[in-house]
């Protein structure tokens, strides 16, 4: 039960200007945290020294923060994959930014206050840590919710409001070629369901006498995609999958976004958020 809620999907945040925004703001709340509660020593100071303290708190969460979702992910990989981001990923992830902070903060505290406090230094990051803990996790948990629910109301909505119109209706029984680690193979055009992309290989799954078959092609996603580029039914709904829209016959989602769903096939794809607009203007028409 905890793994599978630890894994329920969630959404990474992409847009750099919300990310600058999101630090400025938790650097203001914890100038006013430093400032009203004085921990690590700072109720034997002034006034004025207790606030500029808390002022160049304020800005050392603003500049971890902003390193942490700016600078870090461009050399950690798994800080910008989208698709394998998860309710455990965000809660460490969170929990990560109060620690490095935290540390930061106690130890400016040594240098300004003058007095080396074991409790200050070591104890003080770690308890942030954990008692934050339970309330980053339900708020994490009960923001899922709210947007997994939200995001179906909607996936529904655009469900009802699909066409079905087939694209490949007069180029049904064209042929398309895909090299493999087995030479070249052909494919009905209108019998291929979806590329998809991974650590190891592209793959190509199609329709084999009325069985979802995977094929292994020896190509990248782009050069794939070439072979496909004048029908007008295949489309790139997220870096790492190409779809046959004329095989979607519904939309579902999860807290990440819009998933599409394919007939006679239990594998569900997703979609991009940036392409959410886009996806449902492309199965209403």
């Given at each position: 039960?905890?793994?599978?809620?630890?894994?329920?999907?969630?959404?990474?945040?992409?847009?750099?200007?919300?990310?600058?925004?999101?630090?400025?703001?938790?650097?203001?709340?914890?100038?006013f945290i430093i400032f009203f509660l004085k921990p690590l020593d700072l109720a034997a100071l002034n006034m004025s020294e207790v606030l500029s303290f808390s002022i160049c708190g304020g800005i050392i969460t603003t500049c971890v923060i902003l390193f942490n979702a700016l600078a870090l992910p461009e050399f950690?990989?798994?800080?910008?994959?989208?698709?394998?981001?998860?309710?455990?990923?965000?809660?460490?992830?969170?929990?990560?930014?109060?620690?490095?902070?935290s540390i930061l903060v106690a130890f400016y505290s040594f240098f300004y206050v003058g007095e080396y406090n074991l409790y200050n230094i070591i104890l003080f990051p770690i308890i942030n840590v954990f008692s934050l803990a339970p309330f980053v996790g339900a708020y994490v948990f009960m923001n899922e919710k709210i947007l997994s629910k939200s995001l179906n109301k909607e996936a529904d909505a655009i469900s009802n409001s699909m066409n079905f119109k087939k694209r490949l209706t007069s180029q049904k029984d064209e042929i398309v070629e895909?090299?493999?680690?087995?030479?070249?193979?052909?494919?009905?055009?209108?019998e291929l369901i979806f590329l998809a992309e991974n650590k190891k290989y592209v793959a190509a799954y199609y329709f084999n006498n009325g069985l979802m078959s995977e094929l292994k092609l020896m190509m990248t996603l782009k050069e794939a995609r070439e072979e496909l580029r004048k029908y007008t039914a295949f489309y790139r709904c997220q870096k790492k999958w190409v779809v046959n829209l004329d095989f979607v016959v519904s939309l579902s989602a999860n807290a990440r976004g819009y998933?599409?769903?394919f007939k006679d096939c239990k594998i569900k794809v997703p979609v991009s958020r940036s392409l959410s607009n886009e996806i449902t203007n492309r199965l209403a028409k």
């Open positions: 039960m905890f793994n599978k809620v630890a894994n329920t999907p969630y959404p990474l945040l992409q847009n750099k200007l919300i990310k600058t925004g999101i630090a400025l703001s938790w650097g203001l709340f914890v100038t950690f990989v798994p800080l910008r994959n989208e698709m394998e981001w998860a309710i455990r990923k965000e809660v460490i992830y969170i929990l990560w930014n109060v620690f490095v902070v895909f090299k493999t680690f087995d030479g070249t193979k052909k494919i009905k055009v209108s998933l599409l769903d």
